[in-house]
């Protein structure tokens, strides 16, 4: 028999000084930069990228392409939702009704305005009443609108109708 040995693992490979400060430095360098925040950083770029991307993509698409919108006449759509007369009454008092209730909500809103000299925080009082009188006024708008195009029985656009050139308020 010879006298050859079996290397049943490799051994591993000697690594220097040069290779242990380098390793050390990566290790020092990433902790470093995970403390400051500087990995999740990197992904929120990488994500808002992403996003700033795909409203681009968004915008471009919407340019574009041709718009696919239906285009009816008030009676087409009456036809085409089986509504009678008495539906159409029936859904422009609601309409009506609760356009006048949204208008409601904006003058207490308001009213509660009128409070903001007794608060103890007025900042927060203010954005509040200004927040509650925005959205019921724009969801009073968007009432009278519907409304609107039942009592003018036409369809026609919510800028064409805010500019006075389609229906009356």
Not at 26 to 35: E, F, R
């Amino acid at each position: 028999m010879s006298n050859t040995t079996i290397q049943l693992r490799p051994q591993p490979q000697k690594r220097g000084l040069v290779w242990l400060i380098k390793q050390s430095a990566v290790g020092l360098g990433k902790g470093w930069a995970w403390s400051l925040g500087l990995t999740s950083l990197k992904n929120e770029g990488v994500r808002i990228a992403s996003n700033v991307s795909d409203l681009g993509a968004y915008v471009h698409r919407k340019l574009t392409e041709q718009p696919t919108c239906r285009h009816e006449s008030f009676n087409d759509a009456v036809d085409r939702l089986g509504l009678t007369e008495e539906d159409l009454i029936r859904q422009a008092k609601i309409f009506n009704s609760r356009a006048a209730n949204w208008f409601l909500s904006a003058a207490i809103g308001l009213l509660w305005m009128a409070f903001l000299p007794t608060s103890n925080s007025p900042f927060s009082h203010f954005l509040l009443c200004f927040g509650i009188i925005l959205m019921s006024s724009a969801k009073a708008v968007t009432w009278r609108f519907r409304f609107c195009q039942i009592r003018e029985e036409q369809l026609f656009g919510f800028g064409e109708w805010l500019r006075g050139e389609a229906g009356k308020w």
